[in-house]
Nanobody, 127 residues
């Protein structure tokens, strides 16, 4: 069982930055691939970025590539999402997700692949 708690959301002006933090419980965090998703009002939850449990492989959605960076610190059971050059269309609730991965280099981009979810943190970008 893995429990996830997100933090770091808030209100920021367009062009600004935020760093989201996902703190995970459980001794086997190192063997979990992690992902960030977001959901805007009236829209489906969409993939943002993912990272393998080794941290060596990452993948980001085209809409955030070059602006957002996912990283992890297995010693601290923590995953980060650094968000730069924020745009109003980035406004959403951001969720952290986890799933056990059999291979250290694997990452997942489909929300159906994830077993555990956090409660979400609101990010609002004003124009």
């Amino acid at each position: 069982q893995v429990q996830l708690v997100e933090s770091g959301g808030g209100l920021v002006q367009a062009g600004g930055s935020l760093r989201l933090v996902c703190a995970a419980s459980g001794r086997t965090f190192s063997y979990y691939a992690m992902g960030w998703f977001r959901q805007a009002p009236g829209k489906e939850r969409e993939f943002v970025a993912s990272i393998s449990w080794s941290g060596g492989n990452t993948y980001s959605a085209a809409s955030v590539k070059g602006r957002f960076t996912i990283s992890r610190d297995n010693a601290k059971n923590t995953v980060y999402l650094q968000m730069n050059s924020l745009k109003p269309e980035d406004t959403a609730v951001y969720y952290c997700a986890a799933r056990r991965a059999p291979i250290s280099s694997t990452y997942y981009t489909d929300k159906a692949d994830y077993d555990y979810w956090g409660q979400g943190t609101q990010v609002t970008v004003s124009a």
